[in-house]
């Protein structure tokens, strides 16, 4: 297609008067291509960056915490937590940032946030379920215990 071609194209197209008529032109239907390309591509950019938002946890090496460094995370944007492990009897840590924003029970998650909190997590307000969920988080184990 010759730039003159596609000049007189766009004359033609500036002054259709339905969108049918528009898409028979290849110019159109070039533009058309190039948009939607566009979108999907911004589209497969963004996704990623919305799963990081989700509740998903940041997947890291297991190691050893000390309870104070446990302790310092304490803030709506940086959770961790000490439960001790239902059938291993270890405490272990868990860093729940990520499910803060998810957690049914609100800001009770906090209650001993950068601390032990297995007593309240062993509390009646969780379904036995919650086991399998929380060990997503898990990201070591508690060395001074």
């Known amino acids: ?52 938002a989700t509740n998903t946890p940041k997947q890291r090496e297991q190691r050893g915490y000390t309870r104070a460094e446990v302790a310092q995370h304490t803030a709506e944007d940086d959770l961790w937590l000490i439960i001790r492990h239902k059938t291993t009897g270890k405490l272990q840590v868990y860093d729940v940032t990520t499910y803060v924003e998810h957690h049914p029970g609100g800001d009770a998650i906090f209650s001993n946030a950068g601390a032990d909190c297995t007593v309240g997590f062993r509390g009646p307000q969780h379904p036995p379920t919650v086991e399998d969920l929380v060990e997503e988080y898990c990201i070591g184990w508690v060395e001074d215990a």
């Open 1 to 52: 297609m010759q730039p003159a071609d596609l000049w007189q194209q766009w004359e033609q197209l500036m002054h259709v008067e339905s969108l049918q008529d528009a898409l028979l032109l290849p110019i159109a239907r070039v533009i058309a291509a190039g948009v939607l390309s566009a979108l999907l591509l911004l589209l497969l950019i963004v996704r990623p960056q919305t799963q990081a």
